[in-house]
Every structure is written in structure tokens, then in C-alpha cells.
């Protein structure tokens, strides 16, 4: 038999040479932009001498109020490519602002995830060059300890965020911008409110996404963020925050080869707004019709099911009423989530409109949402539309009778595994099915007249 030429991360592992060459397969991928640059460690030396909205870099340095520099980086969750680049070319920079290294911390901002071991900080964060040379350096940001109240917003939120960062001489954020599944984007203002926010802040700005009816209010979507009262909510508060201490942003936009196809610097909300069309051209793909089938990876994101599971709202988006989504997702870590797989153990028996009543009433408002909960309310409304299979190295039993996503056997190598399984799938269907592959779990798909 032949095949389409066709590849797929599982984790780190590219698959190929498994979708047969007579099926009605389609690769979905964005139109991109023409690079504004070739040459990384030049446009970086740029964007800090003219950044957006803000004195350059090397000025709020050199006129820091107090001398502790403290930089923001994502914590294990996120890929962290753009860290491993930016981070060494920014630390330079300071050593070339005549910065003492002692006054340089570099705090993960974890917002409401578990602290990262020391291997995760090596390899999944930092780098191994950086953490050897820098972990003692490093802070871990957590949620339950040495945050500040600020006051509240306008959205009822108590502002909580970390005392360190608060009373520093000047916060410097490196951040990646990608679209989000109910925040619209994440990256810039997204490294305050969560990165180093309180529990309190978290478990009530997030609340404001669900809607008895949908799940998620229509506002809380991928790359929208007008009326959506969750970013809006961290916009206000990074605004606040600005106040009290100097902030600076520095803001990359990968493409699926691990490449910064954008990089700008300056003011955090200036390039929140700014990186909004930006990202347009870079995730959102037109399509005429909802397929029967979408594949989608979410390779370096998969590390465990609360993260690599935003593969089933990207295939969400792509699926027609009744269709399948088959999601590569190797999650070495489980399900990375107590809250999640707790409530979702609670509702396993229940109908799926009953479970999404259930859990929007017991466990999502302002008073008893606990962060993980959100994915429960998205993941019924996914499966209320679609069967969701998955190819990972997750426990069958838990993943089919807790979260009712199906397990793909393995037959095999993973190759192997894919091919029965969609050779399965089309004798299942007894017909030729429209498919959907889907490399970049981080695309809006947007379906004419959806």
C-alpha cells in the first residue's frame, strides 16, 4: 500500500507514511507570514533598543529603582523553545549592562501548577547550560506563599501576586503568545495573572469563563479576547500592577519547526494588543466544511492529558456533529490534575448534560472552582459533539472509564498502531471519510457558516 506524505509529532517521535494515499486526507495549515527577519540575534538587539511603548531596555537598567532584576519564564507545561532561545541572548545583554549576577533571579511562573523537579528545570525550562550555570539563581514561583494583595479589580478579583517580583527594580517577562481555548491568547500580560499571581486571584478570575448553557461563555474562545471577561480581567491587572514596579516584555512567536517567526519587546499590554493581529495570519484556518475525522498532535505539549488535551479543542473546532478526533498525545506524566480526574470520576456514570450541569453547579463558580475544573466543562461539551480516541502511553482503563476518550491499541510500533486503526475506522464508517490532520494543535480552525 501506499501513503500520503503526511508526518505527526507523538511527543518527540515524527510519524510517518500512515494515512493511505487513496484516502480524502487533507493537511491543515495556516497561511503564515513573510519573516520580518533572518537573523534572531540581530531583530533581539533591535526590539531593545526600539521596543513598543517603553525606554529601552538597556535605560530601565541602568535607572532601576532597586537592584534586583527579576525575569519571568514559563514553567514545564509550555514547550519553552522560545526560553532556551531568548533567555542566554537577554542574560548577555545584562552582563553588557554592567548587571551584577547576584542581582538577577529568574522566576518560573507557575501560576497554579505544581512546582517542575530539577530535571524538568534543566531540560524542559532552562536548558542545561543555563541551569548549571544558573539554578541557584532561580525562583519557583508558588501560588499559596509570599504573594501581596493589591486591592481588587473591577471584575471582583483580589489581586495577589508575588512579593519578590512585586519589589523588584525591574520585572522583565519572556514570553511565548499563542492562542488559548478560553483566555483567546496566552503570553505577555498571561505571565503576571497566572504566572505569578495568588490562589485566590486564580480561583476567581477563572470562574468568569463558564456559561450554564455552552460550558464556556461564547467570549471565552480561541483568539478572541473582546468581551471575554477572563483576559480583560488579567489585562486589568497587569495595568496594575505596571504601577508599582518597571515592566518589560519581551514576546516570541514560534512556528511548528521551533523557529521565532516573531519577536518584539516593550510594554506588556502594548504587545498583548499588538501580537492580536499578528497571530491572525499564524492560526487561523478557513474551511468550507467540518470533516468526519481530525487528527492532531500536540507533541512537545503533551506532557501530560490537562495540557496535551488541547488537542481535542483544536480537532473540536475542525469536527462535524457525530465525527471522531484521534489525538497524539503521549502524556508520560498522567493526567497532570487531581482536580480534573477527581470530578471527572464523580460524573463518569452520569449522561453527559447532566455531568456538565452537575459540575458547572458543584464545582465551577466563584465560590468552589478549583483550577483543573475547567477542563471538565470542556472536555463534555467536546465529547458532546464528537468521540474523542487517542494515541498515548496513558492507562486504558482511566482514560475509557473516567474520561471516556477512547484508547487506541497498540499494535505495534506507533506507526503500525495508527494504520490499523484508521483502516479500522474506515471499514467501521463504510464509506470515504473527509479527514483533517491537524500539526499545530495551537490553530483556530474556523468552519464556514459554523
Known amino acids: 500500500m501506499s501513503w500520503k506524505n503526511i508526518k505527526l509529532l507523538y511527543g518527540d517521535e515524527m510519524i510517518t507514511d500512515f494515512i493511505p494515499a487513496d484516502m480524502n486526507a487533507r493537511v491543515?495549515?495556516?497561511?503564515?507570514?513573510?519573516?520580518?527577519?533572518?537573523?534572531?540575534?540581530?531583530?533581539?538587539?533591535?526590539?531593545?533598543?526600539?521596543?513598543?511603548?517603553?525606554?529601552?531596555?538597556?535605560?530601565?537598567?541602568?535607572?532601576?529603582?532597586?537592584?534586583?532584576?527579576?525575569?519571568?519564564?514559563?514553567?514545564?507545561?509550555?514547550?519553552?523553545?522560545?526560553?532556551?532561545?531568548?533567555?542566554?541572548?537577554?542574560?548577555?545583554?545584562?552582563?553588557?549592562?554592567?548587571?551584577?549576577?547576584?542581582?538577577?533571579?529568574i522566576m518560573v511562573a507557575s501560576g497554579s501548577h505544581s512546582p517542575p523537579s530539577d530535571e524538568l528545570l534543566e531540560n524542559k525550562i532552562l536548558?542545561?547550560?543555563?541551569?548549571?550555570?544558573?539554578?541557584?539563581?532561580?525562583?519557583?514561583?508558588?501560588?499559596?506563599?509570599?504573594?501581596?494583595?493589591?486591592?481588587?479589580?473591577?471584575?471582583?478579583?483580589p489581586i495577589e501576586i508575588d512579593i519578590d517580583t512585586l519589589e523588584s527594580g525591574l520585572v522583565i517577562a519572556v514570553s511565548d503568545s499563542e492562542y488559548h481555548y478560553f483566555a483567546g491568547v496566552a503570553g505577555t500580560v498571561k505571565s503576571f495573572f497566572p504566572g505569578c499571581a495568588g490562589k485566590e486571584t486564580i480561583a476567581r478570575n477563572h470562574p468568569q469563563m463558564f456559561d450554564p448553557v455552552h460550558g464556556f461563555k461564547p467570549e471565552c474562545r480561541l483568539g478572541n479576547t473582546k468581551g471575554n471577561p477572563v483576559i480583560q480581567d488579567m489585562i486589568e491587572m497587569a495595568k496594575m500592577t505596571k504601577k508599582l514596579?518597571?515592566?518589560?516584555?519581551?514576546?516570541?512567536?514560534?512556528?511548528?519547526?521551533?523557529?521565532?517567526?516573531?519577536?518584539?519587546?516593550?510594554?506588556?499590554?502594548?504587545?498583548?494588543e499588538l501580537v492580536l493581529e499578528q497571530l491572525k495570519?499564524?492560526?487561523?484556518?478557513?474551511?468550507?466544511?467540518?470533516?468526519?475525522?481530525?487528527?492532531?498532535?500536540?507533541?512537545?505539549?503533551?506532557?501530560?492529558?490537562?495540557?496535551?488535551?488541547?488537542?481535542?479543542?483544536?480537532g473540536w473546532n475542525a469536527v462535524k456533529e457525530g465525527g471522531d478526533v484521534l489525538l497524539f498525545a503521549h502524556c508520560p506524566l498522567g493526567v497532570?490534575?487531581?482536580?480534573?480526574?477527581?470530578?471527572?470520576?464523580?460524573?463518569?456514570?452520569?449522561?453527559?448534560?447532566?455531568?456538565?450541569?452537575?459540575?458547572?453547579?458543584?464545582?465551577?463558580?466563584?465560590?468552589?472552582?478549583?483550577?483543573?475544573?475547567?477542563?471538565?466543562?470542556?472536555?463534555?461539551?467536546?465529547?458532546?459533539?464528537?468521540?474523542?480516541?487517542?494515541?498515548?502511553?496513558?492507562?486504558?482503563?482511566t482514560l475509557e472509564s473516567i474520561f471516556r476518550i477512547k484508547h487506541v491499541p497498540h499494535t505495534g510500533t506507533i506507526q503500525e498502531s495508527i494504520r490499523t486503526w484508521i483502516e479500522n475506522y474506515r471499514n467501521e464508517k463504510n464509506k470515504d471519510p473527509l479527514v483533517y490532520v491537524l500539526p499545530d494543535a495551537g490553530n483556530f480552525i474556523d468552519v464556514k457558516n459554523r
Not at 47 to 62: A, G, H, Y
Not at 297 to 311: M, V, W
Open 28 to 105: 491543515l495549515e495556516a497561511e503564515g507570514i513573510e519573516p520580518v527577519f533572518t537573523d534572531v540575534q540581530a531583530r533581539f538587539d533591535e526590539i531593545l533598543k526600539k521596543p513598543v511603548d517603553s525606554k529601552s531596555l538597556e535605560e530601565l537598567v541602568k535607572n532601576r529603582p532597586r537592584s534586583r532584576i527579576m525575569i519571568l519564564v514559563d514553567d514545564a507545561t509550555r514547550p519553552n523553545k522560545h526560553t532556551k532561545i531568548v533567555l542566554p541572548m537577554l542574560l548577555e545583554k545584562l552582563f553588557e549592562y554592567e548587571t551584577k549576577k547576584e542581582d538577577i533571579r
Open 336 to 397: 497532570g490534575s487531581q482536580n480534573y480526574q477527581d470530578t471527572m470520576e464523580e460524573i463518569k456514570d452520569m449522561e453527559l448534560d447532566e455531568a456538565l450541569k452537575y459540575a458547572i453547579d458543584t464545582k465551577c463558580s466563584i465560590e468552589n472552582f478549583k483550577i483543573g475544573n475547567q477542563k471538565v466543562i470542556d472536555i463534555i461539551r467536546i465529547l458532546k459533539r464528537c468521540t474523542c480516541h487517542m494515541l498515548t502511553e496513558m492507562d486504558k482503563d
Open 127 to 157: 536548558g542545561s547550560e543555563i541551569y548549571q550555570a544558573w539554578k541557584d539563581n532561580v525562583i519557583i514561583h508558588k501560588q499559596t506563599e509570599n504573594c501581596k494583595n493589591l486591592g481588587t479589580s473591577s471584575y471582583g478579583t
Open 281 to 314: 495570519p499564524l492560526r487561523i484556518v478557513k474551511v468550507d466544511e467540518p470533516a468526519d475525522l481530525v487528527l492532531v498532535s500536540t507533541g512537545a505539549l503533551s506532557i501530560n492529558l490537562y495540557q496535551g488535551g488541547k488537542g481535542f479543542h483544536a
Open 245 to 272: 514596579v518597571p515592566v518589560f516584555c519581551i514576546d516570541a512567536v514560534m512556528d511548528g519547526e521551533d523557529n521565532i517567526v516573531l519577536l518584539n519587546a516593550g510594554d506588556i499590554n502594548s504587545l498583548h
